[in-house]
């Protein structure tokens, strides 16, 4: 694959790049998406149903299990090559931003180290309502386990329809993309807000937007570069282009 040449001049003196990243990414790793995963018996319920504060307040322990399950099938994927071209980046551009709308941690796993997780972590479990954090909990399949400090239960660290997103995770994002000089946007179908906004601030203020993902988005009239196809393929040989 040939890159646009001026493409490739300017990564090798950028600054400030911010990259975004959406399910495709998690997608190659073989990694089904939230609807996708949904087979079953777990098919019979719509995404809010397993997803909301609402249904949490109803039936706690369906949802806890939809989770159990959802991490359990984390646990079978590595990140892709796409995920360690984005570490190759992160340690080449002086700053750095990864923002990513996936919950499965890969790119975490991967080491990507200056990153903004929009949607949170499905790894992490925190208590509803006094919000520590816990990395042990009773596996009790009867019951959801509960908070250590003030008995609440115990629930994953994302973010759940109807629910804001973590506003330190937002306001650093939106800085970010303000502020880059080249902004990624990866393996995202640039339809749920607010990050697909991100691409648009950065265009707004200046910045070029590459594009990757598999099929057209609402971002692609503003990008300067776009690429179709997996990630995976196409980061990898671009950072080679870079700076192999
Ligand atoms: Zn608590």
């Known amino acids: 694959m040939m890159f646009e040449s001026t493409l490739v001049e300017q990564l090798r003196t950028v600054r400030r790049l ?7 990414v998690s997608q190659e790793s073989g990694l089904r998406t939230f609807r996708d995963a949904q087979t079953g018996l777990w098919a019979q319920y719509k995404p809010h149903e397993l997803a909301s504060p609402e249904a949490f307040q ?5 949802v806890w299990d939809w989770y159990a399950w959802r991490r359990e099938a984390v646990k079978a994927v590595r990140p892709n090559p796409g995920h360690y071209a984005l ?6 551009v002086p700053a750095f931003t990864l923002i990513t709308q996936n919950v499965d941690g890969l790119h975490r796993m991967a080491g990507s180290q200056n990153l903004l997780e929009l949607h949170g972590n499905i790894q992490r479990v925190r208590c509803a309502d006094c919000y520590t954090f816990t990395e042990i909990w009773g596996d009790d399949s009867e ?18 329809f109807g629910e804001t997103l973590p506003r330190d995770q937002l306001e650093a994002a939106v800085l970010a993309s303000r502020a880059c000089e080249v902004f990624f946007s990866i393996g995202t179908s640039g339809i749920v807000q607010p990050a697909a906004s991100l691409g648009f601030a950065a265009h707004n203020r200046g910045a070029v937007v590459v594009e990757i993902n598999a099929e057209p988005t609402p971002l692609t009239p503003k990008a300067t570069f776009v690429m ?11 950072v080679k282009a870079v700076w192999g």
């Open 18 to 24: 911010v990259a975004l990243t959406g399910a495709g």
């Open 58 to 62: 109803r039936d706690p322990k369906l």
């Open 87 to 92: 570490v190759e980046m992160e340690k080449r």
């Open 228 to 238: 179709h196809g997996k990630s995976g393929e196409i980061l990898p040989r671009l």
């Open 143 to 160: 019951a959801v386990p509960r908070c250590q400090v003030c008995g609440g239960l115990l629930r994953p660290d994302v973010v759940w």
